[in-house]
């Protein structure tokens, strides 16, 4: 059994390997000349009839150059544009945050007083632990 990790292959080789095979080549010769297993050639093309190109993407994480999502002002702006109320309950539920960040900020400064104001457990002239009374 061999270490090797297993190939990746970019879109365009499987775009390629997949033009050639609905062409006409045969599987089993495209497989040797590319050395690639027949079933990840029947795999790249079942998902290109599924899905087509974008279905071919490399495994794992797409690259930042590769990347397409939409910033939040943009989505924003289409829910906005989708629905009239919109604006409204945006403007609405930053109220809210705000409102949620100053109790937050409140509960943190009202529990670090009260760890300042705890007596401290260890130290000189301090009782230590009891032991239990179970024998």
Avoid at 8 to 27: H, T, W, Y
Avoid at 62 to 75: I, Y
Avoid at 86 to 98: D, F, M, N, Q
Avoid at 117 to 133: I, L
Wanted: net charge positive.
């Amino acid at each position: 059994m061999s270490n090797k990790s297993p190939r990746v292959f970019s879109r365009e080789f499987k775009l390629e390997a997949v033009r050639r095979i609905l062409a006409g080549e045969r599987i089993k010769a495209l497989s040797q000349e590319l050395n690639v297993l027949r079933k990840d050639l029947y795999a790249w093309r079942d998902l290109f009839r599924a899905g087509g190109a974008e279905a071919l993407r490399p495994i794992g994480r797409p690259r930042k150059s590769d990347a397409v999502a939409p910033s939040v002002k943009e989505r924003a702006r289409d829910v906005a544009t989708a629905d009239p109320g919109a604006p409204e309950r945006i403007a609405e539920l930053e109220r809210k945050i705000g409102q949620q960040q100053i109790e937050l900020d409140f509960f943190r400064q009202a529990l670090r007083r009260v760890k300042e104001a705890r007596r401290p457990s260890t130290g000189p002239g301090v009782t230590g632990s009891t032991r239990s009374s179970r024998r």
